[in-house]
């Protein structure tokens, strides 16, 4: 280890944790389960505080960009000197801001509380990266995934949060979620300590990473960072206003409405488990590019189909969109090696937080053409998967990671 940053090391040397790789990806759900409360209580806030569509769609811009400005730097900072203890201090944010938004009487109350809940996440995601970094040993594939798929599934309990929690509480609900925060605080705890022995036993040792092909690798992470960021708007505009368009186009209650999303997100955490072992067979780039432009088909139809066809067409697009969640972090891994916590931020933060702005556009795109509009822009723009194309392929980046190191 050399200021922090995490070497690559002999695999046969690093047995898996999987203690803490589940411990981490428990915490990871419970961490992303409450930031999903934040699109799931829009339909709540619209009506309690009188808010229309771009303050709908700022709620969650200013959710993604606290997370999205604030993940790079952290992660940046952790590669140079990790910070255990920092997580439960990012966990304690968030559920002060859970308190907030169950409290609030005003709409930058709102905006405030929703900030907190942002940078909880922009604090614990580079952190939690580097974790099951260390975690997964030689698995890095399996342990990438296990931890995603515990946020991804935290994402899908969005819409019954809804259902069973703001329908009958209303806003005040979201105190509720001061109790999986603290839980996840006690988790924190446990991971953190593991997390600073595992630190104290790592000395210098295995290899220095040597970036090479340094502005090829620049263009394939700018293409990368394009492609996730566009998927990331049409996973939060799904989330965000789906529900709303079956509201408020078809009529639905919003019970059965969120129960739509929510087949749709858990179908997304399900292609996240699935999604590594099939990147490991056909390729990580080719995997990205049937994941995105491969529900093209299916999202076209989406605006239309409602009703009991809705729900195996909604289960399959959110089962290919997001079966390259887990692939296109460690395809980003081995393009920036070593940099554990930066890409952490650079994928998960900053494109996930375009994603946000991407939906406060939608937002002000409902308000001036409706929410028919949206879903066809939702429909057509996973099309960006094209560029996909330009990446290196895997043969080519697996050359490059050869080349990146040098014995110390």
Known sequence: MRNGELMPVNPIHTPTVYRVLFAISLVHLLNDSLQAVIPAVLPILKDSLTLDYAQLGMILLVMNATASVLQPLVGYLSDRTPRPFLMPVGMLASGLGMLGIALAEHYLVVLLSVALVGVGS??????????AYLAS????????SIFQVGGNTGQALAPLMTALVFVPFGQFGAAWFVIPASAALGVLIFVAYWYAGQQRQRGRGGAVPIVTHLTKRQIALLLLIIIVSVRSCVYAGLQGFYPLYLIDVF??????AQLYVFLFLLAGAVGTLFGGPLADRFGKRNMLIASTVGT?????????????????LLFVDGLILLSSFSVTVVYAQELLPGKIGTVSGLILGFSFGMGGIGAYALGLLADQQGLFAVMMLCAIMPAIGLLGFLLPTDKRLQAWTQQATQPL
């Open 137 to 144: 040993g030689s698995r890095r594939g399996l342990g990438q």
């Open 122 to 131: 922009a604090i614990f995601h580079p952190e939690a990266s580097r974790v």
């Open 296 to 312: 093209l088909p299916l999202s076209l139809f989406i605006p239309f189909v409602q009703g009991f066809w809705a729900f195996p």
């Open 251 to 256: 009529g639905y209650e919003v019970k059965l």
